[in-house]
């Protein structure tokens, strides 16, 4: 596995967390990424994503206007800024890089997938 996600934890409702996700072999060079999550009971859903250089992203209704996707490439790192959070976003979150069309929001056109990160948003 060469993506690491990190930075889950457990946080209040209303409360911020960020996560990270590090890629030490390169696979996402020149490719766009995602971020995603499994919450209990259910399937992997699609939370955001963005291009290669950072200046393009897209999210999920369900997070607009509350997490924020970003990327250092320098660093190898994308991020995921979540505020707002609520207990419906407790989840397992995963990053992905995308091989499929921009836009997309299936699982099956990511790959190379992080370990995950356990975010638990109490009420």
């Known amino acids: 596995v060469q993506l690491q996600a990190s930075g889950g934890g457990l946080v209040q409702a209303g409360g911020s967390l960020r996560l990270s996700c590090v890629d030490s072999?390169?696979?996402?060079?020149?490719?766009?990424m995602g971020w995603f999550r499994r919450a209990p009971g259910k399937e992997r859903e699609f939370v955001a994503a963005?291009?290669?250089?950072?200046?393009?992203?897209y999210y999920d209704d369900s997070v607009k206007g509350r997490f924020t996707i970003s990327r250092d490439n320098a660093k190898n790192t994308m991020y995921l800024q979540m505020d707002s959070l609520k207990s419906e976003d407790t989840a397992i979150y995963y990053c992905?890089?995308?091989?499929?069309?921009?836009?997309?929001?299936?699982?099956?056109?990511?790959?190379?997938w992080g370990q995950g990160t356990l975010v638990t948003v109490s009420s």
């Open positions: 992905a890089v995308q091989r499929g069309r921009w836009g997309t929001k299936f699982v099956a056109d990511y790959d190379s």
């Open positions: 072999g390169r696979t996402f060079r020149g490719r766009p």
């Open positions: 963005v291009n290669w250089t950072g200046n393009n992203r």
